[in-house]
């Protein structure tokens, strides 16, 4: 009685039997093409990531940097600058009566350059008068 069941309804079988593959077939392509659209937004990123690593690593292998760094001697007028100190890769900088405009022109010179700062201080000496106090590596 199975078997006549069967028979009798054996093309609307073959077609459910189809069509729930196409619906399988078709959300396995959906996922498929999600799934690959997201390793490649991925792979993008790391991409992007890995250029900037190259680029960082490029800046700080320069081998001038005691040349770029003894630019701090000449930000300010030598009257201000207590002291600047490059002994081999490392920086002591120290300034003093600066003026809002000169103390903006050291700290952007100082964070431009790719050094490690490992002491970084601003003392306002006066009213509108600061000192600075640099120690940093390379």
């Not at 003026?99 to 490992?118: G, T």
């Amino acid at each position: 009685m199975n078997i006549a069941i069967i028979l009798r309804y054996k093309n609307e079988l073959l077609v459910l039997f189809s069509l729930l593959f196409l619906i399988s077939a078709y959300l396995y392509k959906l996922t498929k093409t999600h799934q690959d659209s997201v390793e490649r937004v991925e792979l993008a990123k790391n991409i992007a990531d890995f250029n900037r690593v190259v680029e960082l690593q490029n800046s700080w292998k320069v081998q001038n940097m005691s040349q770029n760094v003894g630019t701090l001697k000449s930000v300010v007028p030598t009257v201000k600058i207590q002291a600047v100190d490059i002994e081999g890769d490392k920086l002591k900088a120290s300034y003093k009566m600066l003026n809002p405009n000169e103390l903006n022109m050291v700290v952007d010179k100082i964070f431009n350059l790719p050094i490690q700062i490992q002491q970084f201080d601003i003392k306002e000496s006066s009213k509108e008068q600061f000192m600075v106090d640099v120690r940093a590596t390379w």
